[in-house]
């Protein structure tokens, strides 16, 4: 009898845990898009897009995708680098609890002036595809 009443609360405490992180995993947002060449539309693959001011961030993948997940909601800026393009910063990047925010980034060639840099203000799309009703967000500075 006791054993039983120890195994309950041990799956008692498992279920509890696994709850806290898919909780805390549901509070967060991500960041995805593509890097590209402004000339040609062709992708690159190995850029760096990291979110300025945390340790959040990701290298494209063989077609130029990037993914950054678990950020918490709020608004950031991106910045978007490869060996040879001027970097690309991304402000008023806006992460929703749920949601992914797609930024398509394009880098245009630095024309050997290494450290260039061009600044584009992120806007969000008309349509958000991954939502199925009407809904309004409201940032803290909105609730007072």
């Known amino acids: 009898m006791m054993a039983s009443t120890r195994f309950r609360r041990w799956l008692g405490a498992v279920l509890l845990v696994s ?29 760096s897009v990291v979110v300025v001011g945390t340790t959040y961030g990701a290298a494209t993948n063989f077609d130029g995708e990037y993914s950054i997940i678990g950020l918490p909601p709020g608004t950031y800026t ?25 930024i398509d980034i394009e880098l245009t060639e630095d024309g ?19 939502e199925t009703g009407s809904v309004q967000y409201l940032d803290v500075g909105e609730i007072e």
């Open 19 to 47: 709850l806290a992180a898919s909780v805390a995993a549901a509070q967060s947002g991500k960041i995805a898009g593509t890097v590209a060449i402004a000339e040609s539309g062709e992708t690159l693959p190995g850029a």
């Open 78 to 102: 991106l910045r978007a680098s490869y060996i040879g393009f001027a970097e690309t910063v991304v402000e008023e990047v806006r992460v929703q609890t749920g949601l992914t925010t797609r």
């Open 112 to 130: 050997g002036d290494l450290g260039g840099e061009v600044v584009v203000a992120a806007g969000r799309p008309p349509v958000q595809p991954d």
